[in-house]
T-cell receptor, first 114, second 116 residues
Framework: NAGVTQTPKFQVLKTGQSMTLQCAQDMNHNSMYWYRQDPGMGLRLIYY???????DKGEVPNGYNVSRLNKREFSLRLESAAPSQTSVYFCASSGVKFGNTEAFFGQGTRLTVV | AQKITQTQPGMFVQEKEAVTLDCTYD???????LFWYKQPSSGEMIFLIY??????QNATEGRYSLNFQKARKSANLVISASQLGDSAMYFCAMREGIQGAQKLVFGQGTRLTINP
């Protein structure tokens, strides 16, 4: 049982390049989320998805797009990376298991845009 | 408006003492959930405990308990018998919204340092 898996763990991009961060969960959760965490800060919600086929903007969606490919996978795309997008990105999923609500995170992706 | 407020940027506690980390929240929803996470220096986010707005009992999980005061809109984390390994950032989070469109938003965190 892997939980939430994010790839890659580290990435360096040049300004203007594009990339997709991948996230997959194997816990059969309905909800999935993408966050960014800047140094010394809390987590800010970029986008979230309540179920397959639906996505909604969070607090800081500008410069990002997402796809909820199926129940398991939720990807985050940077179309034209900017230095301000240098951050650690976390994917999370949430659901109910055995009557208990849970929300787990992936290991994070450390992205540097130069 | 800030949805989740953690007013203690840093806390210093002696090993074996109990510690309370504060969290207040703001929502007009009747149905919501509150989470606490631990983030050690290695960076991963570790799920600690969850409290639903309709849960009548305070949630407990090992040495962690959540002091839920609904009328005051507070959801403080209590760690009993603190250990050196408890030193980390701690984040409070709230899930709100109608079923099927629920956001999960975080406070700014509290850095807890356990002294030997």
């Amino acid at each position: 049982n892997a939980g939430v898996t994010q790839t890659p763990k580290f990435q360096v991009l040049k300004t203007g390049q594009s990339m997709t961060l991948q996230c997959a969960q194997d816990m059969n959760h309905n909800s999935m989320y993408w966050y960014r965490q800047d140094p010394g800060m809390g987590l800010r919600l970029i986008y979230y998805s309540a179920s397959e086929g639906t996505t909604d903007k969070g607090e800081v969606p500008n410069g990002y797009n997402v796809s909820r490919l199926n129940k398991r996978e939720f990807s985050l795309r940077l179309e034209s990376a900017a230095p301000s997008q240098t951050s650690v990105y976390f994917c999370a999923s949430s659901g109910v298991k055995f009557g208990n609500t849970e929300a787990f995170f992936g290991q994070g992706t450390r992205l540097t845009v130069v | 408006a800030q949805k989740i407020t953690q007013t203690q940027p840093g806390m210093f506690v002696q090993e074996k003492e109990a510690v309370t980390l504060d969290c207040t929240y703001d929502t007009s929803d009747q149905s919501y959930g509150l989470f606490w996470y631990k983030q050690p220096s290695s960076g991963e986010m570790i799920f600690l405990i969850y409290q639903g707005s309709y849960d009548e009992q305070n949630a407990t999980e090992g040495r962690y308990s959540l002091n839920f005061q609904k009328a005051r809109k507070s959801a403080n984390l209590v760690i009993s018998a603190s250990q050196l390994g408890d030193s980390a950032m701690y984040f409070c989070a709230m899930r709100e919204g109608i079923q099927g469109a629920q956001k999960l938003v975080f406070g700014q965190g509290t850095r807890l340092t356990i002294n030997p």
